[in-house]
């Protein structure tokens, strides 16, 4: 069919991408992508929002919008060189082509590459992994590498004193006090 009008392609961003990225950057919890097929387009730039991505040994990434001419979009400029670097980020989004699973755990685009076959299984169980964390802590983590990758260092120091403190004060790091000196592993429960 006919593309749409050239305004309708940033309205749609707004309205319906943009606060889904700003939901995921702003949510304290962990956030998993589990790709297990291919991963394109706005697809490619959501799963590069998440905090974690694992992939399946047959899944793959394309960035896909240069064929189309189109700038990437869903904030693919914004969280794949901050994941592999500018040049790096420059050649896949305008070359384009198949990010495979070796080349994409290579490169740190995703954290771990499991096979097809339990698949499903292997993602569920990095998730519990993950939903074992302390997660109020991983919220403050995750805004202190946020602040941290922008603030000059004096800034990011003092955020990183304000929540330190914060993180003192949590159930979860007296939990985690307790089990270290018992020689035991922390159960944390996200207060």
Known sequence: GEAPEPETYGALLKKRYHPVLRAMRETPKPILAAVGGVAAGAGMSLALAADFR????????????????????????YFLPRLVGFGRALEWMTLGGRIGPDEALRTGLVHRVFPADGFESAAQAFAETLAALPT???????????????APLGEALAYERMLQSAAAATEDHRRGMTAFFAKTEPTFTGR
């Open 54 to 77: 694992v992939m399946s040994d047959r899944a793959a990434f394309v960035p896909a919008f240069f064929k189309l001419a189109l700038v990437p979009d869903t904030g693919m400029a």
């Open 136 to 150: 109020k802590t991983f919220g403050m983590l995750k805004r202190l590498l946020q602040k941290a990758e922008a």
